[in-house]
């Protein structure tokens, strides 16, 4: 057949920060050959999937893969030749199944990610299709066994939401203000974020983005931030004293190119606050030195998002303070987007813990957090049953791969994370919505900002 995988390479290059990754790449019997690169985060919660590093010093100070390379050719390899790549479900399961371990740390979830991707790209190519499309087909078929199974143990099917009828663009998330492990530590909080919920295409909202962004670079300079350098994720890096002042530049470049706060422009903010949680408390510079609980720490975030046009948050609390994060919801659940992150690392298992406990509801999507797109599908899948948001994300270690604009576009997710408009690893992924956007012509349906209520 057609789709039978004859061989499955892989090599060890280089992300976006100079530290090595796995790429992989999958070829099929119609000689059509599908490839893929796996990100790598610096900001990331102990309960994501592991991957595999070699820990030779001499060789990229610890950092190299070609232990994950390897498995990928002498164990991966072996066990696909000769199957069908259209089975996305069946090889994915079979990858889990080898390494046997509860985190994919014995094989690496960055030799396992590497070919799951690279299955899925190559099927799509196999089928003349374009990957975003594919994605969306994958993703109806997946559902579609999800539900014949639950109606065949009798589970009532009444509150399921089904997928979205066609894949949408999404609305972009942009990085403007780098602070945390993203930009040295200069702001407590991690990611300053603009929202362009005025926008009526995904062409529209990209081209307010960077007039925005490049306004905001001369406000910065104004205000005596001079020599501002970028963080990984290509947002602008400003030694700042306090965490607000952040949000009052970006108002003053909102002001600046005539945008509308809370209007046509919001903010979004990452506070990737497990970063400065020790011993049950967290410890702000921005707060004159002092510790703050869980409440207090919910009741700052409340008072910005009355102060402030602030309309989205993510991992406003501590990746295992599930205590802080319903004191959280409970206060702001029903007025902005509350986005876990570290909280549920993209697992299934931590999601329908937040869904059953009333945390959270939203939840940012990054393929290398579990380790396969099956996976990822299915929490795409709890999150929209359950009603939660759901944002498409990069990772601050990022690649010229841009399959999550195909993932986010295919699925309608609604939103995606890509980082800022600076850097060819994430003007990748926006090019990319681009081109969809011209090959969907009238059809191309645009997902824009919906208020949470």
Not at 133 to 144: E, F
Request: aromatic share 6%; net charge negative; hydrophobic share 40%.
């Amino acid at each position: 057949m057609n789709d039978t995988i004859t061989r499955i390479h892989a090599r060890e290059v280089l992300d976006s920060r100079g530290t090595p990754t796995v790429e992989v790449e999958v070829h099929c019997a119609d000689g059509s050959m599908g490839r893929a690169i796996v990100p790598s985060g610096a900001s990331t919660g102990k309960h994501e999937a592991a991957e595999l590093r070699d820990g030779d010093a001499k060789r990229y100070g610890g950092k190299g893969v070609r232990r994950a390379v390897q498995n990928v050719l002498t164990e991966i390899a072996p066990k696909l030749i000769g199957r069908s790549a259209s089975d996305q479900g069946g090889i994915d399961r079979m990858m889990i199944d080898l390494d046997g371990t509860p985190n994919k740390s014995r094989l690496g979830a960055n030799a396992i990610l590497g070919v799951s991707l690279g299955v899925a790209r190559v099927s799509a190519s196999i089928q003349s299709s374009p990957l975003w499309h594919y994605l969306s087909n994958l993703a109806a078929g997946a559902w579609q066994t999800w539900l014949n199974l639950q109606d065949e143990v009798g589970r009532p099917l009444g509150r399921i939401i089904p997928p979205r009828d066609t894949p949408s663009l999404p609305l972009p998330m942009v990085n403007l203000i780098s602070g945390g492990l993203h930009a040295g530590g200069n702001l407590d909080f991690q990611d300053f974020l603009f929202l362009p919920i005025g926008s009526r295409s995904y062409s529209e909202a990209l081209e307010m983005t960077v007039e925005v962004y490049r306004t905001l670079g001369s406000v910065l300079k104004q205000h005596g931030f001079e020599g501002v350098l970028v963080g990984d994720e290509g947002g602008y890096g400003p030694k700042m004293p306090e965490n607000d002042r952040a949000i009052e530049m970006i108002l003053a470049a909102f002001a600046k190119t005539g945008l509308n706060a809370g209007k046509d422009a919001a903010i979004a903010l990452d506070v990737a606050s497990t970063h400065f949680y020790h011993d049950g408390r967290y410890h702000l510079r921005d707060a004159g030195g002092e510790s703050l609980s869980s409440e207090e720490m919910a009741e700052l975030l409340g008072s910005w998002a009355n102060a402030y046009p602030i309309l989205s948050i993510e991992d406003g609390l501590a990746e295992d303070d599930w205590a802080g994060w319903k004191i959280l919801t409970s206060m702001l659940g029903k007025k902005i987007q509350l986005i876990g992150d570290d909280l549920f690392v993209t697992n299934p298992e931590r999601l329908k813990r937040g869904i059953a406990e009333g945390v959270a509801n939203a939840v940012l999507v990054k393929v290398n957090q579990i380790g396969t797109l099956t996976e990822t599908l299915e929490v795409l899948r709890i999150a929209r049953e359950a009603g939660y948001r759901t944002v498409i994300s990069a990772r601050s270690g990022e690649t010229e791969d841009s399959t999550i604009a195909d993932l986010a576009v295919g699925t309608g997710a609604g939103q995606i994370k890509i980082g800022s408009v600076a850097r060819s690893e994430r003007l990748a992924k926006y090019n990319q919505l681009l081109r969809i956007e011209e090959q969907m012509g009238s059809d191309a349906k645009f997902a824009g900002w919906t208020r949470v209520s």
